[in-house]
């Protein structure tokens, strides 16, 4: 889109996805109802817009995929479509910590579905981006594998490559960019070896409760605690207390039925361990 205070989109059978980074002098849109898609990033920087508007109606625009953070930065807080308004959700903001490792990565300061870092938060199967905290987690109702009792290979390679392109988790089954949103992800196994290496790191309690601590090597001030939630598997909880399992977003191309997760106890540390994808 060029510069301009003001946007009027209207070709129909032309416009499907919208982008406006950085049009700073941006202070109002309208887009039509044949718009598709809204960009990751689409009006970052866009700080003056105030007025947006859809010609389509309310039903129309929840069916428009947006993108991550697709709106930030812009100072509209409504869509003023032709049947009604749709008020934005404020998106909640999960606080993170920067460990001053070597990628630049920050990790988030919780687990997915926990308020502070000495709470469980919620367990899930590989690829599941519902919390499976109460569900029977064996093969039959593992993602990806079409109901059967036990490992379908043939079926798993045969929607592998939509479900976990270049052997990592598609963002549509990353549980942690799903719930968590933004620019939130799973680890891979890269990012939990860097983790791992590039930190000082020791079992430990926090607050009458096990997990290991990942401090800084830069400033000792910064750290991130992840409890020990154990696993579930099939229809309980093990090793609650004395194991830190996490799941990355990395699947084990060798054996596919596995996917790689990180491993922590009181006596050892693997950021390269590998489980049944339930």
Known sequence: LEQGENIVLDYPNEITSVKATNNTALTYIQI??????????????????????????VEEWGAITLGTDWNKDAAFTV????????????????????????????WAKCNVG????????????????????????DWPTVPFNNGSSNYDSIYFNSVKNTVC??????????????IMGGGWRMPTTDDMQELLYNTTNEWTQMNGVNGYKFTSKADTSKYIFIPAAGNRSR???????????????????TTPQNAFSMNLGSDYADAKSYHYRW
């Open 235 to 253: 229809r309980k909880i093990t090793l609650l207390g004395s194991a830190v399992i996490v799941w990355s977003s990395s699947l084990n191309t």
């Open 32 to 57: 039509p109802n044949t718009v598709v898609s809204i960009n990751d990033n689409a009006f970052t920087g866009c700080t003056e817009l105030t007025d947006f508007r859809y010609n389509g109606t």
């Open 79 to 106: 869509i003023h479509c032709t049947d009604g308004d749709v008020t934005l959700e404020e998106p909640i903001q999960h606080e993170y910590v920067d460990l001053g490792l070597p990628s630049g990565l920050k």
């Open 114 to 137: 926990a308020e502070k870092e000495t709470q469980y938060g919620y367990y899930f199967m590989w690829g599941s981006t519902e919390p499976n905290n109460n569900t029977n987690c």
């Open 165 to 178: 392109p270049n052997g990592i988790l598609a963002k549509e089954y990353d549980a942690a960019a799903q």
